[in-house]
């Protein structure tokens, strides 16, 4: 046999595992329609009064309660404070809703520093002080006279981690998500946490008024910012339905109606309804989307991801196998699984070799990914670069081909997975068939839905390849809400 023969025969072994990991990745109709079935099921579990009251360890679908009860039109009026926690940065924001669907902002951002990210040694105390004196800087610049002459500020802070609501403006952090591991956060109280260190820095005329989950801060946002819903006006009858993060983390807010969340008690959903009350947003925390394992595809490269590398084993196992945090370590999995088989990057003899980035668990960001996914450069060029930037990792033009194989079978079954929430909630609400010619609005945020070249359309592919079918899908619209979690909370704060 000669080099090239044997060069040749290497190649096509990679091939041929790629080929079975790529069908590994593959979600099928068969397979969508059986997950948005599991789903439904889940949601009505998840409404209902609860077995297991432990909110920290009970493995279903959460479906928490907001309290928000109506939806803005887009009149609404008003100057109001945000702060924004989600996955990796923390925004202070005021925005000024102008009554007419548009609004203006002012904000500051800081990524969060990597030292309160570590898996130990962090309290509640240093980070909310953090977010405090962030938020001091903030009112420093844009608010300094206001301040001192002790204007009342209505704070709305969006939290992005599951919260156990307990009313508009309290909740316990049920566990963390996304990298943080605070232990004495768990089980407090996070406006109380807040508050108490903008108090400790004098700012007390600064009030938390509202706490809201990113998703429910979107879907406002969404509907103050949509011009559909007047269907005298514009001819459009779109109902917005869904508010929704594919993004760092990924879950969904829908609205549903307060009779149906028979987990509150009776007294309380009856006092609602003479109030007028007839819906509640809910929070449905989808990343925790069959934890059990029953029904979701599951390799053994999320085996290792959820055991061996995630801060929260057993928990959120369907945004690992869909959110941006995720997708890349799920490619860096493989690519060290395949070097250790013998099948890849052949010129590093151990694991211990690699690039350190390569061996370095969550390095390797989807924003990669989505270089590779469309690269169609001659040699794949631009993911050769890509590589050699991110990772320092040289390719062979074979090993590149192969690994956009990979990448397009991991970001086409996160897309797939992440059509299973959006169908199951048109189905359960049936707000498809409310109105004469009705069609439905999903308000989206984060960096996936918005950026990673194709997302959207292959959510499309999969919706209607699911139970909504292509018709279904055609009356589905997905909408990209900019700036969600600010404007939303606002909206919630100018409520409170
Ligand atoms: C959190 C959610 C959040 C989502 C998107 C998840 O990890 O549990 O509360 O909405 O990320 O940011």
């Known amino acids: 046999m000669s080099f090239e023969d044997l060069h040749k025969a290497n190649e096509q072994q990679l091939t041929t595992v790629v080929d079975q990991l790529t069908k590994e990745f593959e ?21 209902a009064p609860q077995e297991n009251e432990d909110k920290s360890t009970n493995r279903g679908l959460p479906m928490i309660p907001s309290y928000v009860t109506g939806t803005p039109n887009g009149t609404e009026k008003g100057t109001l404070l945000a702060a924004d926690l989600g ?3 923390f925004r202070t924001c005021s925005v000024t809703l102008n009554g007419d669907h548009t609004f203006s902002m002012e904000q500051m951002k800081s990524k969060i520093p990597d030292e309160l990210l570590e898996p130990t040694g962090v309290t509640s105390e240093m980070l909310f002080s953090y977010l405090a004196r962030r938020t001091q800087l903030f009112m420093k610049k844009y608010y300094e006279a206001d301040m001192q002459a002790g204007k009342e500020f209505k704070l709305g802070f969006t939290f992005s981690y599951p919260v156990d609501q307990t009313s508009l403006n309290s909740g316990t952090l049920i566990r963390w998500t996304k990298g943080f591991s605070i232990q004495d956060t768990v089980g407090a109280d996070i406006v109380e946490l807040f508050q108490g260190e903008i108090d400790k820095l004098g700012m007390k005329n600064v009030r938390i008024v509202a706490l809201t989950n990113d998703t429910v801060g979107t879907f406002l ?8 819903t007047d269907s005298m006006t514009t001819g459009e009858i779109s109902e917005p339905v869904i508010g929704c993060i594919f993004g760092t983390g990924t879950n969904g807010c829908y609205k549903e109606e307060i009779s149906k969340i028979t987990k509150i008690p009776q007294a309380t959903r009856d006092k609602w309804a003479d109030e007028g009350k007839t819906h509640m947003v809910i929070n449905t925390e989808w990343g925790s989307f069959d934890n059990d394992l029953k029904h979701l595809p599951t390799t053994k490269y999320d085996v290792d991801i959820d055991q061996k590398f995630s801060s929260n084993p057993g928990f959120h196992l369907f945004e690992k196998r869909v959110s941006g945090m995720y997708m890349g370590e799920v490619l860096r999995n493989v690519l060290v699984d395949l070097h250790a088989r013998g099948l890849i990057f052949n010129q590093y003899r151990t694991a211990a070799q690699l690039p350190h980035r390569l061996q370095t668990p969550f390095e390797l960001d989807s ?10 450069s001659t040699g794949l060029r631009e993911t050769e670069l890509s590589l050699l930037q991110s990772l320092r990792l040289p390719t062979s033009p074979t090993e590149r081909r192969e690994i956009q194989r990979l990448v397009r079978a991991i970001s086409r079954r996160s897309a797939y997975l992440s059509s299973v929430p959006l169908a199951a909630i048109i189905i359960k609400t049936g707000t498809l068939e409310m109105r004469y010619h009705g069609e439905v609005e999903i308000g989206c945020d984060g960096s996936v839905v918005e950026y990673y070249p194709g997302f959207r359309s292959m959510i499309r592919h999969a919706l209607a390849l699911g139970p909504l079918g292509a018709e279904g899908e055609r009356k589905t619209h997905i909408k990209i809400a900019k700036d969600g979690s600010g404007v939303g909370s606002a909206l919630c704060a100018l409520v409170a």
């Not at 924003?367 to 169609?376: G, R, T």
């Open 27 to 47: 979600v099928t109709p068969e397979k969508l329609d059986e997950l948005v079935a599991y789903f439904i099921e889940q949601m009505e579990k998840g409404l």
């Open 87 to 89: 996955g990796t940065n």
């Open 221 to 228: 946002s969404h509907c103050y910012c949509s011009d559909n």
């Open 367 to 376: 924003e990669v990914l989505s270089h590779i996914e469309i690269d169609d």
